[in-house]
């Protein structure tokens, strides 16, 4: 680090720190417009060409061929090799994880209700899952298999008939813990594509990839952009921006623990953004320097020092009243509460996708084994978004049984409003049974 500060540094009573706090919530994911020419290329030969297109770009992108699309499927058989493949360790940890996840999104399953009321018209709602979900799941720069339990398990809980799983594999190379994780998930199809023309292939269907219900999972700038303009074809879960992290500290906690904690985050990507709040300027200085000190021990040091010098930042605050309003203000994706009394901090959070209370509550635990999805709402989007669970994975129909006495007495209610909107075929319609 040539002994130079590594992360900025912002004062909440410096005069211009609204405005850098401002620059540090903007960041960019590079250019959007040509990003999205390129996707939406992609999307219209993939829904144009169906099979042919995807067999195009697993040629151009992947760097290998295949004679037909029906060769990018991978049979239950490739799923069990993984399985056999992977050690003893390995296993154990992904079924370790599934469980937690399974016990956790178990307690999120809706039911149905109804009620009657005292004319005899019955109300309620049914819930039922999704037919068919599409998983993406990255397979480039790294492997996820976390992102294929958390995606696939409330899917499977929720009662998604069939799961569809695409995963890029780049000149054919397959990673056998992400197959293991599907595997053990329950995912139904795997197949062997990635980028937008998998989102592509997923939303609108070709000749051997269904056509599903829901796109969900995590991906590139590309990946994102074409859940986005596939959104109202299908459905997606979220678009997610880059990782951030958020720790509200102090000296309680060791400061090599928060460093790492902040690198945690930064290791994702150039564009992953790690925040450490303070009200102890003294051990902001002492984080700054076990930042210093552990960076070179980071096999990820080059793309962690990128993303704390582009995004990170130690913040110095008068008090916790104010740690919590920038906090709201936020609205990060993870939040690390390492603080004394941190319990009591909780109330004071309104917007965050997931909080971390204590010392002992690594985001890491979270990313991987904790039991909450890891999928969670980015860029300040928590302020009216949440984390993926199994209600992402069914859907409410409402369900209406008027009693002859019941329509009688709504009927005037409903032909007073549609007429005051003109509606009068609708009020009607309400009136013929309201009459003797």
């Known amino acids: 680090m040539d002994g130079k500060e590594s992360i900025r540094r912002l004062d909440a009573e410096s005069p211009d720190f609204e405005l850098k706090v401002a620059d540090l919530l903007r960041r960019g994911e590079g250019d959007r417009e040509s990003v999205t020419a390129v996707v939406l290329e992609i999307l219209k030969r993939v829904r144009l060409d169906g099979d042919e297109a995807l067999v195009a770009y697993t040629k151009r992108f992947d760097g290998f061929e295949v004679r037909s699309c029906r060769d990018l499927e991978l049979d239950s058989r490739c799923l069990d090799a993984a399985m056999e493949r992977i050690s003893q360790v390995e296993r154990g940890a992904l079924e370790h994880a599934a469980e937690r996840i399974r016990r956790f999104h178990e307690k999120q399953n809706q039911s149905s209700w109804n009620y009657e009321e005292n004319d005899g018209t019955r109300l309620g709602q049914r819930v039922t899952p999704l037919d068919r979900v599409g998983l993406y799941v990255p397979g480039g720069k790294a492997a996820y298999p976390s992102s294929v339990l958390m995606n696939a398990i409330p899917a499977k809980l929720a009662g998604v008939s069939e799961l569809v ?202 990313d991987y084994c904790a039991g909450p999805n890891h999928v969670l709402p980015t860029s300040g989007t928590a302020r009216f978004s949440s984390p993926l669970g199994v209600y992402d994975f069914q859907k409410r129909t409402s369900v209406i049984a008027c009693s002859e006495e019941g329509a009688r007495a709504m009927s005037k209610t409903a032909s007073v409003l549609a007429r005051a909107e003109s509606l009068t075929a609708h009020a009607r319609s309400a009136e013929y049974r309201g009459s003797d």
Not at 279 to 295: F, H, K, M, N, Q
């Open 165 to 366: 799983m695409t995963v890029p594999t780049p000149e054919r190379r397959m990673n056998d813990l992400v197959l293991a994780a599907a595997r053990i998930a329950g995912v139904d199809r795997v197949f062997c594509i990635g980028g937008a023309q998998a989102v592509a292939a997923l939303a609108y269907g070709t000749g051997t990839i269904p056509r599903v219900d829901k796109v969900v999972g995590p991906g590139n700038i590309y990946v994102a952009t074409a859940k986005r303009l596939v959104f109202g074809e299908v459905g997606i879960d979220m678009i997610a921006g880059p990782s951030e992290v958020v720790i509200v500290g102090d000296d309680s906690v060791d400061a090599n623990w928060v460093a790492v904690d902040l690198f945690a985050q930064a290791e994702h990507d150039e564009l992953a953004q790690s925040i450490l709040i303070s009200s102890d300027r003294d051990y902001l200085d002492e984080v700054a320097r076990a930042i210093t000190r552990l960076l070179p021990e980071m096999e990820r040091r080059d793309i962690i020092a990128a993303a704390l010098a582009g995004q990170g930042a130690l913040i110095a605050v008068p008090n916790l009243e104010r740690a919590s309003e920038l906090v709201n203000r936020i609205a990060p994706e993870h939040l690390e509460l390492l603080i004394r009394d941190a319990e009591s901090f909780v109330n004071r959070i309104r917007h965050a996708g997931a909080i971390f209370v204590g010392p002992n509550s690594a985001e890491a635990l979270g």
